[in-house]
């Protein structure tokens, strides 16, 4: 065997169960009501991998995708060709199109300098209402007939700015909103994100956007009974130490010992997706002995008290329970941040 072939086991990665996936897909495709859900699959499928995502989704009968770029869109193009809508939801630049001119995905036109672009086309595309999140779109106030006409739109979209609050924001956008499809001519409609399902049928329309559900993020409380978590951490222990009173340990002694105790080094940190806001505050399991973080967590190494999982040592795994919204509270980090942050070195281990 040639040394590049010699493979090289992880020290760390991540446990990804594809039941939990379909089934928050499903439960999303249930609260969506008479709208049909689709799946956000941008990032790299929130870091876990697009490609495996769309495997997963489409078999349960997913049938749109949205993804940011045409980067992304080519990397999913023979998966879902025939099978599913895309949309790329930056829109189309000048740059991007030769490949967007012959690719099945459609560009969701944010502007008017996108309109014109695309407008020669004559090509399938989505577009985008600015209601009130002023990110990427078009103003109500734009819209006019000569604007829109020879554009074949599919999806007229918007999208929530504080679905995840309850806030006078979000009926204000839905007002826009419908304003807005007053004068769009387009053959589906969107506007809910995850947390906007949960709002309830007026923010349904026709096809349902759910991004972080999909792979574990709760961000409203309706939400909490049926998302199931996507994500697990393993990591090995590459070190057993004992401390002593009065030892410190790690970057800027952030952790001093108290009583003599055993601490594990895990071959995982902040390069990998497992940030600082963890230190002092995380939390490891083994068979379901609790195992805190300590100290500071590094770019490569983590240590954790073994006081309560006597016998573990040197190639041992322990398991982090990567729940977001706990995960969150720990670190200080939003849901999305910490789902699309798991670092290229942790394979990716769909069961």
């Known amino acids: ?29 249930r609260l ?10 941008k990032a790299n499928g929130y870091g876990l991998g697009a490609r495996d995502v769309v495997r997963h989704l489409l078999a349960a009968g997913c049938k749109d995708f949205f993804v940011a770029n045409w980067q992304e869109a080519r990397e999913i193009e023979d998966l879902t060709a025939s099978k599913a809508s895309v949309s790329v939801l930056n829109g189309v630049r000048e740059l991007d199109m030769p490949f967007a001119l012959q690719s099945p995905a459609k560009p969701v036109l944010n502007s008017l300098e996108q309109v014109a672009r695309w407008r020669p086309a004559g090509r399938p595309c989505d577009i985008m209402i600015n209601s009130g999140m002023n990110r990427l779109g078009i103003n109500v106030d734009d819209f006019a007939t000569d604007l829109i006409s020879g554009l074949k739109i599919d999806m007229a979209m ?3 700015a504080s679905a995840d609050e309850d ?16 004068v769009v001519p387009r053959s589906r ?43 697990t951490l393993q990591a090995e222990i590459l070190q057993v130490r004992m401390l002593q009173p009065g030892d410190r340990l790690g970057y800027n002694a952030l952790y001093t010992a108290r009583r003599s105790h055993a601490v594990g080094i895990l071959a995982m940190g902040y390069a990998d997706g497992y940030w600082r806001g963890f230190s002092n505050r995380g939390l490891f399991l083994h068979s379901g002995a609790k195992l805190p973080v300590l100290g500071r967590v590094s770019m ?23 729940d977001l919204r706990t995960a969150s509270d720990q670190s200080g980090l939003s849901q999305y941040e910490l789902i699309t942050g798991l670092g290229h070195r942790l394979p990716r281990d769909w069961a």
């Open 1 to 29: 065997m040639s040394e590049a072939n010699i493979p090289i086991p992880a020290t760390a990665r991540v446990k990804l169960d594809s039941k939990a996936l379909v089934a928050n897909w499903r439960a999303l495709n």
């Open 167 to 182: 806030g006078p924001q979000n009926s204000d956008q839905l007002t826009r909103y419908r304003a807005a499809l007053a």
């Open 189 to 231: 409609t969107s506007l809910a994100n995850s947390a906007g399902i949960a709002l309830g049928s007026d923010y349904h329309f026709d096809v349902t956007r759910p991004g972080v559900s999909l792979y574990g993020g709760v961000q409203r409380p309706e939400l909490a009974g049926c998302i199931q978590q996507v994500a």
């Open 158 to 160: 918007s999208h929530l």
């Open 300 to 322: 490569d190494l983590i240590a954790i008290d073994l006081s309560d999982a006597s016998g573990l040592t040197e190639g041992d795994w322990v398991d982090c329970p990567y």
């Open 32 to 41: 969506s009501g008479a709208a049909t859900a689709g799946a956000a699959v």
